[in-house]
């Protein structure tokens, strides 16, 4: 059982590039998510998906974009990179059961934008 | 609203020596605390979570935690550190919308 699965685990980008971040899950796990991971700031949402179709916008969604074809995948894209953008990104998944259910976290992908 | 704060951005203990983290908590409906670890370059981990079947809630590698409404806190401790518990440790609480509020972590060095 892989869990949740991030490719890849290091990138370097330029300023304006393009890119996109992969996220799977082969949990059936219902909600997916990205964060962001900064110095002194903790984890900040994103973007998230309740389901195969649904995407919504978390605190930080400014500059990214997210969609959810299949209940496995929620690739997360930059358009067009920024050096603001530079920090380790986190993809979670959960079961939608309650709110007391917990995330399941991926190894993450540090990203930096020279 | 919920939120969650973490006193103490760095904390360091001696090995052998209590570990206590401290995380209290706002929410606007009955909250659903966990604490989660990560080490150095990897992803988060789940240390313990509560959910209201008991207030002292026992975790992973010798953690517990204990919930108190009164104080709104979610306090997590070790009797006995290790050097491997050196990590970030995350407080979170679930929100309405299925959302996770993290605190800002504390980084836990253990010296030797």
């Known amino acids: 059982n892989a869990g949740v699965t991030q490719t890849p685990k290091f990138q370097v980008l330029k300023t304006g590039q393009s890119m996109t971040l992969q996220c799977a899950q082969d949990m059936n796990h219902e909600y997916m998510s990205w964060y962001r991971q900064d110095p002194g700031m903790g984890l900040r949402l994103i973007h998230y998906s309740v389901g195969a179709g649904i995407t919504d916008q978390g605190e930080v969604p400014n500059g990214y974009n997210v969609s959810r074809s299949t209940t496995e995948d929620f690739p997360l894209r930059l358009l067009s990179a920024a050096p603001s953008q530079t920090s380790v990104y986190f993809c979670?998944?959960?079961?939608?059961?309650?709110?007391?259910?917990?995330?399941?976290f991926g190894q993450g992908t540090r990203l930096t934008v020279v | 609203a919920q939120s969650v704060t973490q006193l103490g951005s760095h904390v360091s203990v001696s090995e052998g020596a209590l570990v206590l983290l401290r995380c209290n908590y706002s929410?606007?409906?009955?909250?659903?605390l966990f604490w989660y670890v990560q080490y150095p370059n990897q992803g988060l981990q789940l240390l313990l979570k509560y959910t209201s079947a008991a207030t002292l809630v026992k975790g992973i590698n010798g953690f517990e935690a204990e919930f108190k409404k009164s104080e709104t806190s979610f306090h997590l401790t070790k009797p006995s550190a290790h050097m491997s518990d050196a990590a970030e440790y995350f407080c979170?609480?679930?929100?309405?919308?299925?959302?996770?509020?993290f605190g800002t972590g504390t980084s836990l060095t253990v010296i030797p």
């Open positions: 979170a609480v679930t929100g309405t919308g299925n959302q996770f509020y």
């Open positions: 979670a998944s959960r079961i939608l059961a309650g709110r007391n259910t917990e995330a399941f």
């Open positions: 929410s606007s409906v009955p909250p659903y």
